[in-house]
Nanobody, 124 residues
Framework: VQLVESGGGLVQAGGSLSLSCAASGLTFDDYAIGWFRQAPGKEREGVSCISDSVNATWYSDSLKGRFTITSDNAKNTVYLQMNSLIPEDTAVYFC??????????????????WGKGTLVTVSS
């Protein structure tokens, strides 16, 4: 199983970025895919999760509607559109997969597979 994140980079506050998570080696429909992030010196936190099989999404309350998660099953890819970015969004963003949607959130303790992450830096 391989999860590969892309789309990170440097952006000014107020700007947008779109992250992609390409999955291979698994049956995409059987998994929920989540985005997590870890800022320097902080714990990893859940950002958003999606499962097409149960038609569900989850977002961290702290995002206040700025991020949107979508998936393209034909491409085995999940996207995270991030708008109105603030410096506090600076972190390494990881995608991860788990077989049960209800396990996707929080600190990601129950995720089965992880990508290596992509760095997002938001300048003030």
């Amino acid at each position: 199983v391989q999860l590969v994140e892309s789309g990170g980079g440097l952006v000014q506050a107020g700007g947008s970025l779109s992250l992609s998570c390409a999955a291979s080696g698994l049956t995409f429909d059987d998994y929920a895919i989540g985005w997590f992030r870890q800022a320097p010196g902080k714990e990893r936190e859940g950002v958003s999760c999606i499962s097409d099989s149960v038609n569900a999404t989850w977002y961290s309350d702290s995002l206040k509607g700025r991020f949107t998660i979508t998936s393209d099953n034909a491409k085995n890819t999940v996207y995270l559109q991030m708008n109105s970015l603030i410096p506090e969004d600076t972190a390494v963003y990881f995608c991860a997969a788990v077989t049960q949607f209800y396990l996707c959130a929080g600190y990601g303790l129950y995720m089965n597979y992880w990508g290596k992450g992509t760095l997002v830096t938001v300048s003030s």
